[in-house]
Structure formats: structure tokens, C-alpha cells
């Protein structure tokens, strides 16, 4: 056993990494164990069949994390460390079945004029949905980058502001029902719909009502931010800062339990046999349902097991990835356009269909509602020159029912529907245009990476009882563990999934308060 680290962290997702980051700066000697040999978890990117294509194994997107203080504020000055970003023009590119289609630009009024194709009224509203969003952003940022319960709540922040009646009523809707009153076109309703889709939460669910804002608001204005290099470029320069701050970062060490004395978390050993002992604390960014099994049971009560025994994942999502000769190409009015990010929402009632679908266990191929990215588009250094990664990102049940047959029996049907769906709209991509290919079903995400359980990558479902104060239980979810000495960060944690950096930002305030530091110095930009 070694007793020279502070905090020993348990995997390094961009989360804990973030949150290892800041404790390093206060100057406490940390060490993080990853289980896999590339450090990321669902930011990392990777070759996969041919060498010189970069594929980024989930997240390609970095839209939340701009508005992150750890990026907004220059809190850890990561661009000393190799992180830059790439904003791309067009934003994005939706493609319908009549021949129609809707670019998203930088400039807000060109986006406008995609709307007014197909109607003037809602081209005037899209401008002021956008404008209305600046009233709330500042609250529902705070909120997010605030560790729960330790801050005030979404809801007094509101209260606060401007038009609180209005968005109160606005925050308690869901998306559906804010895109559905306020655009009136179907191409631009099923546009809005996919566009608050992207961060996999169930249009029709009550407390969605902030998405279709957020997340139009957040594309509106930075983009489909793309790091340069891929994903991966996020969680190694946070490694880069670690280590120039004397932390240590261990790969194929993948924890498996922890070390408990007197009631107290010590420490913790690895599938390898090796222990690691921690003189202030131990953080976790395990999922937590694996990491649960490995806390003494009377270290937390029914409560708390109640809540984990409960999670719901959320909706799982199937993804393939491609290297390509051709880009993501589309053929328009005005000529093609080359987009990073591309959708297929079919249509408002298909659009509506994706939720009931899972719940039903319903394998959906038909039409399938999905997120397309090539980022190489922009970003030509992640393959050879002239050549480029595509995934193409679906989104079906966990466990189908389907004749008795498993993901690894279905996944190569579920992915050629996909493929075919989507070259209905890029002519140029056809078969002689692929040089690899690799699906990944929901149950290969979750071997892939056991954070991904159930194949949800955004660490579980935000339901009322999966959000804010009640994630990821009740009384526990200011990432203070009911085992002293244990703290919890990643997706699993408030405010949940995406590259956002709120769970690590978030966690790291708690420990450090907790350990007698002050915060707020720390994470301000000065070094």
C-alpha cells in the first residue's frame, strides 16, 4: 500500500478529471486510477480498424462545457495545455423525406430564413425564443454549476429574475409542448423537437420545458463546438494540468473495491490486486449502481438503496462508426452542404414515437429518428487527408423484443437500416465509399465502458426523481457519499450528463470546502 496521495480518484472521464484538476491546483497530491488503457471514458477517442481515422467513442460535441466557468472564466488556463476548440459553419443540417430542409447557420438571421421557407410567423418566433432564453440563462447556469442543495434552487432563481410566472410555467412543461405552441410549421417543429432531443430526454416528460432553449440557444451561439484532435483533446489536456501539478494518472487499473477502516474509505484496490490508500479522501466517477456493491451495507440506509435500486437509465442509444472517402454531403437549392453535424427527425409524431418505443422495448427501424456527426468536416486532422469519420447515433431499447434474439444477433440489421435511411439524403454515400465499419449496440456501449450502463451514456434518466437534490438520491447529492470519506462526481450526479464539467466543477467546490480550503480561490482563474 502506498500512503503518498491526498485523493485517490476512481476513473478518468472529463468529470473527475476536472474535479482532480482543480484539487491538484490547491496543491494536493492526487492519483487517478482509469480502467481502461486510454484515459476519457465517453470523451476519448480512439482508433478503432484503421490506423490515422480517429473515431470519438461517444461525445463529439463540447456545446455545455462553453458555458462551463472552467472554460467561460479560464479557471485551469487549458489551452496552455493543448485544448482548442472549433466552431463550424453551418451548424447543423436537417434533411426531410419531401425534399425539404433546415440548416442551422451561426447568424441568427440566416437560421431565420431556413424557418421562413416554411413560415414567416415562426422565423419571428425562433428570433425571440432565442432572445427570451438570455432572461433565464444566467439562473439556469448558476444552477447547474452550483453543487445541489448547497445554492439556491432552480426554482427561487427564477423567482428572482425576470417573467417568473412565465418561465416557472415554462421550466414545468415539457419540450414537446413548448415547440408544439410555439412554432407552427411541421418542418420547424420537428426540427425544435430534435434539437431539444440531444441531450436524450423524453420530449414528452414534464420538467423538459428549459431544453428546447437551452440547447438551440447554446448551438445558435457557439456552434456544434468541436476540440480540436477529437473529444480526447478535453480530458488530455485536463491530464496535462494533473501532471504539471504533481498528480499521477494510471491506465488498466480498473478499481473493484474499496478499502474501508474504522467506517472510514482509505483507499482502494484494483481488479489487479494493487492498493492505493488516500490520506484525505477517496473520489469515485463509478456508475453508481456498480459502485453501491462495494460500500459496507450498513454505511447507508433503505433510503439511499431504495433510490439506487430504482435508477432508470434512460433512453439507450446504438451507434455505428465509419471511416469514409466522402464527407457528410447534402444536395440543396443553394448547392451541397458539407455539415459536421446532420439529424433525421422524420417527423413531430415520429419525433414523439422514440420515448414510447423503449418503454414498450420496441425495436424501431423504420424512419429512425438520428444524430449524425463527421467531424472531420472541419477538423481534418482526425483522418488521412481527404478521408473522414462518420458515426451515426440511433436510439433504441436496452433489452428489444424481438424473437428472442440479442444485440449481438440484431445489431448489424439495426445498423444497416441506419445507414440506408441515411442515404436517402446523402446520394454520395454508398457502399464503395466505406473503409471500415464498427457497431456498437447498446450492450456493446456498456462493455465498451461500464459507466454506460444499460447503454445510456448520460449516466441515467432526469426524471423529477433523478434530478437536482434527489440525484443521485435524496439527502445525498452534494457528492458526499453516506460512506465518510467518499465522494461521487460524474453523470450520475447533479446536473447529469453531457460534456458539461458541472459534476467534477461541482464536486471539487464540495471537497475542498470540505477539507478546509477555500473554494471560491481555487477555482478562480488565477494560477
Known sequence: MSEDFDVVVAGAGHNSL????????????????????EIGGDTSTVELKTPGFWHDSCSTAHNLIQASPTLRDNELHLERYGLNYIYPDPVVHIPFADGGYITQWRDINRTADE????SKK????YRKFIEDYKEIAPAYGKYRYTPAGLGPSFESLIEAGPNPDLWKQRVASSAAEIVLETFEDPHVQAFMLWMAFMTIQPLQQKGTGILPYSLAFGRQNNSWVLPKGGSVSLPKALARYIEAHQGDIKSGEK???????NGKCVGVETEKGDKYLAKKCVLSTIHIKHLIPMMPNNSYDTGFSQAIDNWDPGIAMFVTHYATKVPLEFPTSDGKVAAVAAGTPGSVSRMLRVENDIKQSKLATDDPVLLVLCPTVADQSRAPAG?????IVGFQPYNPDSTERDWDQLKQQVADSNFEHLRKFVPSLDRSAIIEEEVRSPLDLERTNSHNWHGGCHGGAMTPSQSGINRPAARWSSHRMPLEGLYQTGSTTHPGGSVSGAPGRNAAMVILEDLGYDAKEILSGAE
Do not use: P, W
Open 18 to 37: 476536472i474535479a482532480t484538476a482543480y484539487l491538484a491546483k490547491a496543491g494536493l497530491k492526487c492519483l487517478v486510477l482509469e480502467a481502461n488503457e
Open 115 to 118: 424557418f421562413g421557407k416554411y
Open 122 to 125: 415562426d422565423a419571428s418566433a
Open 255 to 261: 478499481v473493484s473495491q474499496l478499502i474501508v477502516k
Open 387 to 391: 478521408m473522414h469519420t462518420l458515426k
